[in-house]
C-alpha cells in the first residue's frame, strides 16, 4: 500500500483556515486521495475525496498538487466541532480497504 | 435514512472468553468491513463481507470470524480472546466500492 505522511498535531484558533497536509510520494496512477476525520467518541466520518483535480464539498476543500504526491485539506473556517484526528489515505478505484495512519490531531482553540 | 449502528457500546470480557459484537448497516449498503482502534493508533482493516461472502481480510487470526446476513447486518465475533485484544471495534458499511461509513464503535476490555 502506498504510504501517507502528516504532521502527528497542528493547532488552529476558532474561526481561522485551517491546512492540513499530506505527502504521498509513492502515489500510483490509480490511487485517489481521501480524507476522513474521527471525532472524540465517535467512528471515523468521512470528509472529501479526489483524484487530480481540487474537490470542494460543503465540509472541506482538497487542493492536489500537480504532481499528486502531495495534497491539503482546507477547511475554510475551523470551528471547535473540527477537533478531531484527520486521516489522509490512499484507496484505489477497486474494492480495498482503508488503511489508516496515525493522522493529524487538530486542536480548536477558541 | 438510518446510519450505522453498532452494539453493545462497552463490553468487558476476561481472557480465554468468546465474544460477539453486532453491526447493522446503513439502508441500501451491501458491504460491510470491520475495524479493530487500539488505544493512540488508527484503525486497522480485519475483513470485509459483500453480499455475505468474506471479500478481504486483513492480518487477523482466524479466532477473528464474522457473518453477513441477507439484510447485510454483521457480526464480528473473537474466541480466546487475548488482552491485546482490548480495542475499539468499528464496522462500516458501504456500496462496494464507495465511501464508507462508520458506527459509532463497540469498546472491548478483556481483563
Known amino acids: 500500500d502506498a504510504k501517507t505522511t502528516q504532521p502527528n498535531s497542528m493547532e488552529s484558533n476558532e474561526e481561522e483556515p485551517v491546512h492540513l497536509p499530506c505527502n504521498h510520494s509513492t502515489i500510483s496512477g490509480t490511487d485517489y486521495i481521501h480524507w476522513y476525520r474521527q471525532l472524540p467518541s465517535q467512528g471515523p466520518e468521512y470528509v472529501i475525496h479526489?483524484?487530480?483535480s481540487n474537490v470542494n464539498n460543503r465540509m472541506a476543500s482538497l487542493a492536489i498538487a500537480e504532481d499528486r504526491k502531495s495534497s491539503t485539506l482546507i477547511l475554510h473556517r475551523a470551528t471547535l466541532r473540527d477537533a478531531a484526528v484527520y486521516y489522509c489515505?490512499?484507496?484505489?478505484?477497486?474494492?480495498?480497504?482503508?488503511?489508516f495512519g496515525k493522522g493529524t490531531r487538530l486542536s480548536v482553540i477558541a | 435514512e438510518t446510519g450505522v449502528t453498532q452494539s453493545p457500546t462497552h463490553l468487558i470480557k476476561t481472557r480465554g472468553q468468546q465474544v460477539t459484537l453486532r453491526c447493522s448497516s446503513q439502508?441500501?449498503?451491501?458491504?460491510v468491513s470491520w475495524y479493530q482502534q487500539a488505544l493512540g493508533q488508527g484503525p486497522q482493516f480485519i475483513f470485509q463481507y459483500y453480499r455475505e461472502e468474506e471479500n478481504g481480510r486483513g492480518n487477523f487470526p482466524p479466532r477473528f470470524s464474522g457473518l453477513q446476513f441477507p439484510n447485510y447486518s454483521s457480526e464480528l465475533n473473537v474466541n480466546a480472546l487475548e488482552l491485546d485484544d482490548s480495542a475499539l471495534y468499528l464496522c462500516?458499511?458501504?456500496?462496494?466500492?464507495?465511501?464508507?461509513?462508520f458506527g459509532p464503535g463497540t469498546r472491548l476490555t478483556v481483563l
Open positions: 489515505i490512499l484507496r484505489d478505484g477497486g474494492n480495498t480497504p482503508l488503511v
Open positions: 439502508s441500501g449498503h451491501n458491504t
Open positions: 479526489g483524484l487530480t
Open positions: 462500516a458499511s458501504s456500496l462496494i466500492t464507495d465511501t464508507q461509513y
